[in-house]
């Protein structure tokens, strides 16, 4: 019997609606999409860490790494991600951003692989990343 | 060897080109994209529940249930849900159905993971649901 | 400890950033958003196999199924595909152009599990898949 777990790191604000920031089964750990809201504080509405794309995504990337630490799992155990923007001229950028994000992290494992595609998203949010892992 | 079978409730649509509704393969279980259609009746083209969100989404967490019961799954064992919508301004109802509908069906584990973006659809359907799960 | 490996097949283009075009660890492979470029080839831009959905499709699916096979994997092995397409009115002939390579393939497992949505791809592409594969 694997159980499966939530994975709520302390820093998260509670989600919109009935569903897990993240949940881990086994090897096997989802991370729920991840917008760019700066940690939760008390009696304060989700807000934006800004409103450019780097700040944004700076911080949907912090929120994704908590939760795989939460599941005791790294960015190195990450499979696929799935990056969501409002605009295809933010390819560009966004590209920029995560390369240098990447190599600050030092992975050792190959990196994941990623599908990008563009689609609305609540007014305000230019992008949304979610992510599967597979844990040794 | 872990064999690939194919999750086909009778009360589903042909599906409109070769996939399955839901494949299971070892203790993984994915689910295709779920639309609001009413039971396969014979000779009938397929039929959205109604035209409004809530018989929509009813209707898709129905199907998406009837294949995850097909591969001896239940809600429980979901990872992840994809929720499709057409229209930001639906998120808010989206979500009150969502946690109505969750707390009926006495969920035994956490909530699954979500992540839903806003997206072009077939004329008339106003939402799409896929899920992963895991089994125990 | 399960060794997580990137696949790149010689014909593929270098991703525009810091992913991989497949990962395999354990028996999850996962290919990333495959589009219908060309192989690749040295000093040249990625170029689509032509402007047609035909063409563009045609190619997206050789370009996945070169990375399945670098992962030692087939289609019989893919759980789910993602579709993205730019145009509702594409769903039709995309589906035949899907069944008839599919049937082409001579499949011995199940038909993978699909969802199709229409959403923005960069300029001149209409068509974007990746896939879930899990390995017997």
């Known amino acids: 019997m694997t159980e499966k777990i939530a994975l709520t790191p302390a820093t998260h604000t509670t989600p919109p609606a009935k569903f897990s920031h993240g949940v881990k089964k086994g090897n096997i750990l989802q991370v729920a999409g991840q917008v760019g809201f700066l940690p939760a504080e008390e009696g304060k509405a989700p807000t934006p860490a800004g409103p450019t794309l780097r700040e944004q995504t700076l911080q949907t990337f912090a929120n994704v790494k908590a939760i795989l630490e939460e599941g005791g799992a790294t960015w190195d155990d990450v ?33 994941s692989a990623r599908t990008t595609v563009y689609v609305g998203l609540p ?14």
Chains 1, 2, 3 share one sequence.
């Open 79 to 111: 499979m696929m991600m799935r990056v969501y923007l409002t605009d295809v001229d933010h390819f560009a950028e966004m590209n920029e951003i995560y390369n240098s994000y990447f190599e600050e992290q030092g992975l050792k494992a190959p990196a």
């Open 123 to 136: 007014k305000g949010l230019l992008i949304e990343i979610d992510a599967l892992a597979v844990l040794s």
